[in-house]
């Protein structure tokens, strides 16, 4: 999961799409996402910092530490390289 949003960061994240390319059902993938914040390994963007919901999807999507990438070996690829 990290080496897909990796590979598409710091765009805009489709919950189904990576739900599809993971197999897993749209509540786990959110579960994902907020554990992986909890852990700070990425760092989710929500336009309503107030009204943020447990099962909301995030706005956006980046790398809480941008030398992850070079750990992942993404670093200086394009989209679609990773």
Known sequence: M??????????EVSIAKLSSY??????T???YLSS???AELLHLLYT?????TKMQKPDKV?????N???ALGCAGSTRGGC
């Open 22 to 27: 993971l197999e897993i059902n749209k509540t």
């Open 29 to 31: 993938v959110l579960n």
């Open 36 to 38: 992986m914040q909890k």
């Open 62 to 66: 980046y790398l809480h530490n941008p």
């Open 48 to 52: 309503d910092n107030k009204l943020v």
């Open 68 to 70: 992850t990438l070079y």
């Open 2 to 11: 990290l080496l897909f949003l990796a590979d598409n960061l710091p765009y």
